[in-house]
């Protein structure tokens, strides 16, 4: 027996969690889920616990158990968790969710070596069994010195008996968020999205090479350090489209920082000249504008792929505190083709990101000059299979089967790609497969968390199938990482048109400027049509017709995958204001 003298007593706050229905999981699919756990302890909870200051004293199969000096900062530690938890799950099918329940108490307790006894922790861990997954519990000792210091709401559950505790215990649910609330994504804040994760934003690069046409080089080098960062778990990574607004533009660090969200900047050049490139970076607090790292890398051409590597590598620790092995494995590029292939690879990009009906067909040249010098770059096949089936965008010759084998092709040659993924999704629920849909679309976040490509995309088959709660937390979700494009508000624009909010939808719209894409004026002249605005939908009919001139009712059936029913609906208003039909 342990000697009295030789045992520690203090008060503190204790955090108790541990994983729902992790049983099931472990019978479903063991390695995956014993995977999946240590990289959310890797990736998220251990480094969510060092930052509000907390210790983890126990650690048995999914449990934790883990001491705060500060009740604030175990309650504030467990709602930012669960949120980021929840982020991360919202993408998988219900039965690959890992869910965590936890309870928060306060009081006194024996400290032993490594680890805590006493009824202070035997109360957390009964709370913790009263929440619901993704929930949080407290006792009365931790609501007393948490509220009004705390974000959320308070339920009072009452006294409660728990198992083997003396004496009742009041307890309150800790809510973030309504039930089941779903709000327009421009509702929803930067603070509050930075708050979710580690935040950042990776400006353009300069060019500093001197030619213009070196530019694609740069914005290259800027868009493969995004795609490279966005793959780590604890990041939140704001994609391209959003990034590139602010290319050429000389905004002060806090007016970007506000404006996208995130609490983190990156920026600087590139200078390409002959065999020799050299890269300057730097990260930058939003909040303060304070420099926090900078480095020049003055290398030879070839090594341009170790230089993107050791700046991710470097804003990783920087920004997210902790990395380990394999995560810093995950990290890094798959595949490093010869510099030419690279370069072509780049160009062909710059044109595809114009999103120009006029620029597709030389940017698929420039991809196939990429895979005639090396024919498993996976990536060029990838930027081959958006061009076509962006072009069919345009025009009525979609090829949805050689777009899936493209992008099959390029998955099996590069499987760190999760926008072929995400786009194959949406390819393979377009020809009637959903299964195979699901398949690509968890894929898609399993390989990149912060994946714009299975974002988008991921909400239109949640709209195809009349999913619209679904759609449009990836519609929010999309408005966080890409808060100044125009895809994500596109979506929640066509949710609120088929919902009936038809003024939502205009509104919606209304957030992006007009431009050449059929399906804003198209979903437009619908809403119109529905709020009887006839002269308005007809010019609106009018500008989609423009743009794609072969819509007509029998245009809409053939290339929407809509559910019937909805098909209907969208086909009788847009009637009202002029489809053809046929």
Same mark, same amino acid.
């Given at each position: 027996m342990v000697a009295e003298a030789t045992l520690t007593r203090r008060l503190a706050a204790i955090l108790a969690a541990d994983v729902a229905g992790y049983s099931r999981l472990m019978a479903d699919d063991e390695a995956g889920t014993l995977t999946a756990f240590r990289r959310l302890r890797t990736e998220i909870i251990d480094p969510g616990i060092a930052a509000h200051h907390g210790r983890v004293v126990g650690s048995a199969g999914d449990s934790l158990l883990v001491e705060f000096a500060s009740a604030v900062d175990a309650v504030r530690c467990a709602t930012e968790l669960q949120s980021a938890l929840a982020?991360?799950?919202?993408?998988?099918?219900?039965?690959?969710?890992?869910?965590?329940?936890?309870?928060?108490?306060?009081?006194?307790?024996?400290?032993?070596?490594?680890?805590?006894?006493?009824?202070?922790?035997?109360?957390?861990?009964?709370?913790?069994?009263?929440?619901?997954?993704?929930?949080?519990?407290?006792?009365? =000792?931790?609501?007393?010195?948490?509220?009004?210091?705390? $974000?959320?709401?308070?339920?009072?559950?009452?006294?409660?008996?728990?198992?083997?505790?003396?004496?009742?215990?009041?307890?309150?649910?800790?809510? $973030?968020?309504?039930?089941?609330?779903?709000?327009?994504?421009?509702? &929803?804040?930067?603070?509050?999205? !930075?708050?979710?994760?580690? *935040?950042? !934003?990776? %400006?353009?690069?300069?060019?500093? =090479?001197?030619?213009?046409?070196?530019?694609?080089?740069?914005?290259?080098?800027?868009?493969?350090?995004?795609?490279?960062?966005?793959?780590?778990?604890? %990041?939140?990574?704001?994609?391209?489209?959003?990034s590139f607004v602010f290319k050429g533009k000389s905004a002060p660090i806090q007016e970007v920082g506000q404006k996208l969200g995130v609490r983190?900047?990156?920026?600087?050049?590139? +200078?390409? $000249?002959?065999?020799?490139?050299?890269?300057?970076?730097? &990260?930058?607090?939003?909040?303060?504008? !304070?420099?926090?790292?900078?480095?020049?890398?003055? +290398?030879?051409?070839?090594?341009?792929?170790?230089?993107?590597?050791?700046?991710?590598?470097?804003?990783v620790w920087r920004v997210a505190g902790h990395v380990g092995k394999a995560e810093l494995a995950a990290l890094r590029r798959k595949q490093t083709p010869p510099i030419d292939a690279y370069e072509f690879y780049l160009a062909g990009m710059e044109l595809f990101n114009r999103l120009g009906h006029e620029d597709l067909k030389p940017a698929i040249a420039l991809f196939e000059r990429a895979l005639a010098i090396d024919p498993g770059f996976g990536r060029a096949y990838t930027g081959i299979g958006y061009c076509i089936n962006m072009i069919g965008q345009y025009t009525a010759r979609e090829e949805p089967k050689r777009v899936y084998d493209l992008l099959r092709k390029a998955v099996s040659l590069d499987?760190?790609?999760?926008?072929?993924?995400?786009?194959? !999704?949406?390819?393979?629920? *377009?020809?009637? $497969?959903? =299964?195979?849909?699901?398949?690509?679309?968890?894929?898609?976040?399993?390989?990149?968390?912060? *994946?714009?490509? #299975?974002?988008?995309?991921?909400?239109?088959?949640?709209?195809?199938?009349?999913?619209?709660?679904?759609?449009?937390?990836?519609?929010?979700? #999309?408005? +966080?990482?890409?808060? %100044?494009?125009?895809?994500?508000?596109?979506?929640?624009?066509?949710?609120?048109?088929?919902?009936?909010?038809?003024?939502?939808?205009?509104?919606?719209?209304?957030?992006?400027?007009?431009?050449?894409?059929?399906?804003?004026?198209?979903?437009?002249?619908?809403?119109?049509?529905?709020?009887?605005?006839?002269?308005?939908?007809?010019?609106?009919?009018?500008?989609?017709? +423009?743009l794609r001139p072969q819509l007509s009712v029998g245009d809409h059936m053939a290339f929407h995958p809509f559910r019937a029913d909805l098909v209907e609906r969208m086909v009788n208003a847009l009637r009202k204001v002029g489809l053809p039909e046929a």
């Open positions: 982020e991360i799950n919202v993408p998988l099918p219900s039965e690959r969710r890992m869910s965590f329940r936890m309870g928060v108490n306060v009081g006194d307790v024996i400290f032993e070596a490594d680890t805590i006894h006493g009824d202070g922790v035997n109360v957390a861990a009964r709370l913790e069994k009263l929440a619901e997954p993704g929930g949080l519990v407290i006792a009365r =000792s931790v609501y007393d010195q948490v509220k009004g210091k705390t $974000s959320g709401r308070f339920e009072d559950m009452g006294e409660l008996s728990l198992h083997n505790i003396a004496e009742p215990v009041r307890a309150y649910g800790v809510v $973030s968020e309504p039930r089941g609330a779903v709000r327009d994504p421009g509702t &929803l804040s930067g603070e509050e999205a !930075a708050r979710r994760r580690q *935040s950042i !934003a990776v %400006l353009p690069f300069a060019n500093m =090479s001197g030619d213009a046409e070196q530019e694609y080089f740069s914005d290259g080098i800027t868009e493969d350090l995004i795609t490279a960062l966005a793959r780590h778990h604890g %990041l939140f990574v704001i994609a391209r489209n959003s983190y900047v990156v920026e600087g050049s590139v +200078r390409k $000249s002959g065999k020799r490139i050299r890269v300057t970076a730097q &990260l930058i607090d939003a909040e303060t504008g !304070a420099h926090l790292w900078a480095e020049k890398y003055d +290398r030879d051409l070839e090594d341009v792929f170790a230089v993107q590597d050791e700046i991710v590598e470097t804003l499987d760190s790609d999760d926008e072929a993924c995400g786009l194959l !999704a949406y390819i393979c629920e *377009s020809l009637g $497969s959903a =299964s195979e849909a699901d398949v690509w679309l968890e894929r898609a976040f399993a390989i990149n968390p912060n *994946s714009a490509a #299975g974002t988008t995309f991921g909400g239109w088959v949640w709209v195809w199938r009349g999913e619209f709660d679904k759609a449009m937390i990836f519609a929010e979700r #999309g408005s +966080r990482l890409n808060p %100044l494009a125009k895809w994500d508000i596109e979506l929640a624009g066509t949710v609120h048109f088929l919902t009936g909010r038809h003024e939502d939808a205009l509104r919606a719209f209304a957030r992006v400027p007009l431009y050449d894409y059929y399906w804003q004026h198209y979903i437009r002249a619908a809403a119109l049509a529905e709020l009887g605005r006839l002269d308005e939908g007809r010019k609106a009919m009018a500008e989609a017709i +423009r």
